[in-house]
């Protein structure tokens, strides 16, 4: 789990893994398997910035599975 928002009575490694926003790189960093395919659901902002790190770490587009969610724009 990663919290954006740890509290001080929260643990990394117990509570969470890492603190802060979610990137691209940090989800890359997670998983060890040049194969893995990457679904997300969220706003389309957000989304698109993990998009372009992902992009960014050769992840193929045919890897990254997505939908948004939030007003419509």
Known sequence: MINSQPGP???EG???YAAGRVDGALLAEQVDNP???Y???SPAAFMADIQADLAALSVPDEQV?????GPAG
Not at 65 to 69: D, G, M, N, R
């Open 9 to 11: 009575q929260d643990s």
């Open 65 to 69: 599975h997505y939908e948004t969610f």
């Open 14 to 16: 117990r509570d969470h």
């Open 35 to 37: 194969d893995a395919h």
């Open 39 to 41: 679904f997300m659901c």
